[in-house]
């Protein structure tokens, strides 16, 4: 390249070698647009997927919360049992 009276001159092999690497910087160009989109489109399949994991995580929450709550129940009927048949087998025993 040469700069003759503010204008730039370029020889034939130099334009030749300019036009191809301007292809193949539109190539790498295109290529990283194909690359995005597809990035994109995984970002979206992986948002997807973490929205129905976290609806099926607070579905399960729920349920462990209610089986806790029955498990609960359950264990202080049982006791409350096991206190009335302490208390009945201690006033039987006594009356022996």
Do not use: P
């Not at 970002?43 to 997807?48: F, G």
């Not at 995580?57 to 048949?85: C, G, P, T, W, Y």
């Amino acid at each position: 390249m040469a700069n003759e009276g503010g204008y730039v001159t370029v020889s034939a092999e130099e334009m030749a070698e300019l036009r191809r690497r301007n292809r193949e910087l539109e190539r790498e160009v295109e290529e990283m647009k194909t690359e995005m989109i597809q990035l994109w489109q995984r970002t979206v399949v992986a948002e997807e997927a973490e929205e129905r994991l976290c609806s099926q995580l607070a579905e399960l929450e729920v349920e462990s919360l209610d089986q806790a709550r029955d498990n609960h129940a359950r264990v202080l009927f049982l006791m409350d049992q096991i206190s009335r048949l302490s208390s009945s087998s201690l006033v039987s025993s006594s009356q022996i």
